[in-house]
């Protein structure tokens, strides 16, 4: 009998601790998700611009009549919905000190989808208390027409974005002939502007500069 005791209690002891080790793996691999989950999404703890997954992210910009409207990327893409005939691809990610603090921001290119047209969102986003926040959005014109987005990139602690055709930038939005935009023919000129962060906003440094554009060689750079 008192073997059989023995038994049973080194049995239970075994079952016990099989239990509390495999709660423990459960805990862990929670935190652990946690933990991913929050760096990667807007209301995560992150320290460093280059933490965030941009590819996996919930944006946000001022929409139709200034209401603030968002999409989550899933893998880098926000496919059309049943309601919304937006779609978003993030491009590319890019990262330079543009408000001059000593950390860098990110250079967010984003495709922007449409029925009968593609365009461009371009937006910074820095690290403010801890968590990611968007501090510019740019759009631009459609794709290979007036308008459309050629480069952008940082250069010198400035913002330059490279646009086609011959535009302006004023009272915070992009100005462009709107008729060549929707018209055959192919801008053969294509436009610089420069932007510098006065400590609130991205603002068009210096004048617009006007390169020839060769539409045949779309990889040929004129500087």
Request: glycine content about 6%.
């Amino acid at each position: 009998m008192m073997r059989i005791a023995t038994l049973l209690t080194l049995n239970i002891l075994m079952l016990t601790t099989t239990f509390i080790f495999s709660a423990c793996q459960k805990n862990t691999a929670k935190n652990t998700n946690t933990l991913a989950t929050n760096t990667n999404s807007t209301s995560g703890y992150v320290t460093d611009i280059e933490k965030v997954d941009f590819k996996n992210f919930t944006y946000s910009y001022l929409g139709h009549q200034s209401r603030k409207t968002t999409f989550t990327l899933n893998d880098g893409e926000k496919p059309f919905g049943k309601l919304d005939e937006t779609g978003f691809s993030l491009i590319k990610v890019d990262y330079a000190d543009l408000t001059n603090d000593g950390m860098n921001e990110a250079i967010i290119n984003l495709s922007v989808h449409k029925p009968v047209s593609n365009a461009n969102m371009i937006q910074v986003y820095t690290i403010d208390k801890n968590h990611p926040k968007e501090i510019w959005t740019f759009w631009t014109g459609n794709d290979k027409v007036e308008g459309g987005l050629k480069r952008v990139y940082a250069q010198n602690n400035e913002l330059t974005v490279e646009l086609l055709g011959k535009n302006k930038f004023e009272n915070g939005e992009l100005s462009y002939d709107f008729r060549k935009s929707y018209s055959d023919s192919h801008p053969t000129v294509y436009t610089k502007i420069h932007f510098k962060w006065d400590g609130e906003r991205f603002a068009v440094e210096g004048k617009p500069e006007l390169f020839d554009y060769d539409w045949k060689n779309q990889n040929k750079e004129s500087n």
